[in-house]
């Protein structure tokens, strides 16, 4: 079993930064691919960025490309998201999301991931 405790959120300004951290219980921590989903009032779950269990390749989803960057530090069995030039759309609640390397590479997809953390709230005002 893997537990997942983010933190990090809070509430900043548009153009502000937050950088969220997703610490993990897992011994084998960098044998899993570690993604950040997000999700907004009234809208469904969606997929922010992922970050492979070797070779660190990073995937992102369109709308954060340029501004968000996710890293690991296998040591510290912490993933992180820096999250620049924020944007009132940014507005959600941000989950971290775990999986063991053999759940396959649809990094996007929810159905990867079976391991979530509680989330953090990440508000950004106008």
């Known amino acids: 079993q893997v537990q997942l405790v983010e933190s990090g959120g809070g509430l900043v300004q548009a153009g502000g930064s937050l950088r969220l951290s997703c610490a993990a219980s897992?011994?084998?921590?960098?044998?899993?691919?570690v993604g950040w989903f997000r999700q907004a009032p009234g809208k469904e779950r969606e997929f922010v960025a992922a970050i492979s269990w070797i070779g660190g390749f990073t995937y992102y989803t369109d709308s954060v490309k340029g501004r968000f960057t996710i890293s690991r530090d296998n040591v510290k069995n912490t993933v992180y998201l820096q999250m620049n030039t924020l944007k009132p759309e940014d507005t959600a609640v941000y989950y971290c999301?775990?999986?063991?390397?053999?759940?396959?590479?649809?990094?996007?997809?929810?159905?990867?991931?079976?391991?979530w953390g509680q989330g953090t709230q990440v508000t950004v005002s106008s």
């Open positions: 897992a011994r084998t921590f960098s044998t899993y691919t």
């Open positions: 999301a775990a999986a063991p390397f053999y759940r396959g590479s649809d990094y996007a997809g929810l159905a990867t991931y079976n391991y």
